[in-house]
């Protein structure tokens, strides 16, 4: 699994690469100044993010703080 500071530099080196200075890339997903192709990418990358982002979340230890149903509010489980 890839983490986010392994992606935060593959983000900047693809930008330098392409020629961007683009924010974040999920706000790019349907910029109609990008090729088919960068937007692609752009999705692709998102995606990997998103499971990296939601990888580390759960290595989080968590207090795990009752939503009041029997959930935490934190992670999910079940308390």
């Known amino acids: 699994m890839t983490c986010i500071v392994d992606l935060i530099a593959e983000y900047h ?3 330098k690469a392409q ?3 683009l ?8 910029d109609e100044s990008l ?3 960068q937007r692609a990418w752009l999705a692709d990358f998102s995606g ?5 982002a939601e ?6 230890k968590c207090r795990h703080r ?6 935490c509010i934190d992670c999910g489980a079940f308390t």
């Open 13 to 15: 080196e693809w930008n």
């Open 19 to 21: 020629g961007l200075h």
């Open 23 to 30: 924010g974040s890339a999920d706000e790019h997903l349907h």
């Open 35 to 37: 090729t088919a192709e």
């Open 48 to 52: 990997r993010w998103e499971a990296a």
């Open 55 to 60: 990888a580390e979340y759960a290595q989080r």
């Open 66 to 71: 009752d939503d009041g149903r029997g959930r």
